[in-house]
Nanobody, 121 residues
Framework: QVQLVESGGDSVQAGGSLRLSCVVS????????MAWFRQAPGKAREGVAS?????SYADSVKGRFTISKDDPNNTLYLQMNNLKPEDTGMYYC?????????????????WGQGTQVTVSS
């Protein structure tokens, strides 16, 4: 059974930092394209960052967020610095088996339950 469990969401003030974690089980972790998505109230879900070897980021988070992996511990991270109120939302990690390319446009098969990030001004 595949499970993705996020943690690390919190309420912070603008300019602050958070690190989100996602522990993955039930898949051969190193063979999967991993990503973070977010969804703000009343808005569509959007891709934030992805990783399989190389990384990619949404323009809105470039230079502020960093996606990384700890393969031995099957854990995905999202380091978020200089947070802005527009970063507020539910953050989800997702996984799909790597098939030659990896970005947030892939149809991700597995999803976590989400962790809430709230940034106040």
């Amino acid at each position: 059974q595949v499970q993705l469990v996020e943690s690390g969401g919190d309420s912070v003030q603008a300019g602050g930092s958070l690190r989100l974690s996602c522990v993955v089980s039930g898949v051969t972790y190193g063979m999967y394209c991993m990503a973070w998505f977010r969804q703000a109230p009343g808005k569509a879900r959007e891709g934030v960052a992805s990783i399989y070897g190389s990384t990619s980021y949404a323009d809105s988070v470039k230079g502020r967020f960093t996606i990384s992996k700890d393969d031995p511990n099957n854990t995905l991270y999202l380091q978020m610095n200089n947070l802005k109120p527009e970063d507020t939302g539910m953050y989800y990690c997702a996984a799909v088996q790597f098939r030659g390319w990896c970005d947030t446009e892939r149809a991700f098969r597995y999803w976590g339950q989400g962790t809430q990030v709230t940034v106040s001004s």
